[in-house]
């Protein structure tokens, strides 16, 4: 069985196998090693956050779900995480979860912006940016980007 096809069928197997309406898969991939052995990693996310707990949840059902079905023929290591804040936003669960939080976006253009993530559609991210004036004041605008034009968007931790 090729990777891609593998990849899709155990996109398919979670996504029918959710414990929660809250649950969603973000991201299954597969590497296949050198010397045999592989890694199979997924990205599990809810919109109230994963825990652990459920993560290992995941892991045993999809574990004993490839053994059944003896997807590879060498050894692989399976894990299942939750995305965390250096993984791209990629899918729109994961930026309506993230709304009012600090967004970075890079651009195809090589800009980079940044702001409070106020909304999205299919078109456009909406951010709310602050740029000092030539009076020290801090002014504050709605900035509309094309989705089309974002190379990667991040959620970013602001200590203030």
């Known amino acids: 069985m090729i990777i891609k096809d593998i990849q899709q069928t155990i996109e398919e197997f979670l996504n029918q196998n959710l414990d929660s309406p809250s649950h969603f898969l973000v991201k299954v991939g597969i590497t296949l090693g050198k010397v045999k052995e592989g890694r199979v990693l997924v990205l599990m ?4 956050g994963i825990t652990i707990e459920e993560c290992a949840v995941y892991s045993r059902k999809l574990g004993k779900y490839l053994e059944e079905n003896d997807f590879f023929e060498h050894q692989y290591t399976l894990e299942i995480a939750s995305p965390g804040l250096d993984f791209p936003l990629t899918t729109d669960r994961q930026f ?3 709304i009012n ?10 800009k980079v912006l940044e702001g409070r993530f106020v909304s999205f559609d299919s078109d456009f991210i909406e951010l709310e940016t602050e740029e000092k004036t030539k009076g020290k004041k801090v ?3 709605m900035v509309q980007v094309p989705r089309e034009q974002v190379l990667k968007a ?7």
């Not at 996310?45 to 109230?48: I, V, Y």
């Not at 939080?101 to 090589?110: F, N, S, V």
């Not at 991040?154 to 203030?160: A, Q, Y």
């Open 139 to 141: 002014q504050t605008k």
């Open 45 to 48: 996310d809810s919109d109230l």
């Open 101 to 110: 939080r600090k967004l970075h976006l890079e651009l195809k253009d090589q």
């Open 154 to 160: 991040k959620v970013t931790v602001s200590f203030k």
């Open 96 to 98: 309506q979860k993230n």
